[in-house]
């Protein structure tokens, strides 16, 4: 039985396109020639089986039954099929480090080098970074060599402007691990009331796996970004080492006024989370400082203007940037 139809006047065209013969889609014989020409074709989309068997056959049915056949094909769904999502894992208590100061929980790795200019030589220099694993805040510093004591010498820096972290992560590098034992060294060599005193003060020393980069993907993403940043800024050229700590500086700046959620295109929506808002209680270092109302501003008190810079700040972190991780 074949289909009619108003080309039978046709001298050019196959009888079997003027006449297709029809198919019932549920008989075994229609579905053997559906698969062969699925196969035929290497298992393309419906509409490509559709218009090739539309030339000799006339299934009843016809894309349905073709989506029918694909949908029980495995060589179909083996070539159409997305990417697995791998599950994520739980965020570990770093990343969570809620209504804790800056840096409580700090990542801390090197990049480099960069050749600086000393009169007629050049020597070589490193970065080194701190990363806050909460609130994403950044530290750069700049490192004369690899050793301990220069990782040591900006350690004693980093508290002395950020404060005291309460633990530290970093790779397996030679001298972070030695720093690790430097210091444990010098505290066991303390008085023992000394020590007894200062106990809760020590800074815990957390190490990655070997050959296991991607436990620190959270700075390591970070260097990325100072890295091209400072590409932009320098170039190629050579600098001294005041020209290249001051340009770490102003990275530094920069990274830290970079929003942490979306940034609307609406005028009247609130500023975006920045590190900044809780490191100097502004989004940007260029901005002025930010403006309260009087009544819940300093009064007699002036802690109360940290507090609400800080309470303001972990609110729209837990409303915009939390739910995002």
Known sequence: MRV???????????????????LDPKHPATQLIVKH??????????ERVFGELRRK??????????????HSCRECQRWKS???????????PARLRLFKPPFWSTGVDCFGPFLT????????RWGIIFKCLTTRCLHLDLLESMDVDAFLLALRRFISRRGKPFEIWADRGMNFRAGDRELNQCFQAMEPKLQEHLSHQQISFNFNPPGA????????????????????????????????HTVLIEVEGIMNSKPLGYLSSNASDPDPVTPNLLL??????????????????LGRRKWRHSQILADHFWTRFIRDYLPNL
Request: with cysteine; proline share 9%.
């Open 4 to 22: 009619g139809g108003r080309l039978r006047r046709s001298q050019d065209l196959d009888p079997d396109i003027i006449h297709p013969i029809i």
């Open 213 to 244: 980069p991607h436990f620190g993907g959270v700075w390591e993403r970070e260097i990325r970004s100072v890295k091209n940043a400072l590409r932009v800024i320098l170039g190629n050229q050579t600098t001294s080492d005041a020209v290249l």
């Open 117 to 124: 200019r000393h009169g007629r030589r050049t020597e070589k």
């Open 57 to 70: 056959y006339w299934i009843l049915g016809g894309r349905p039954a073709i989506r029918k056949h694909q």
């Open 82 to 92: 997305s990417p697995g999502v791998p599950k994520m894992a739980d965020l570990p």
């Open 280 to 297: 100097i209680g502004r989004r940007d270092a260029s901005l002025p400082q930010a403006i309260f109302a009087n009544s819940k501003l």
């Open 37 to 46: 020409c699925d196969e035929s074709l290497l298992h393309p989309g419906p």
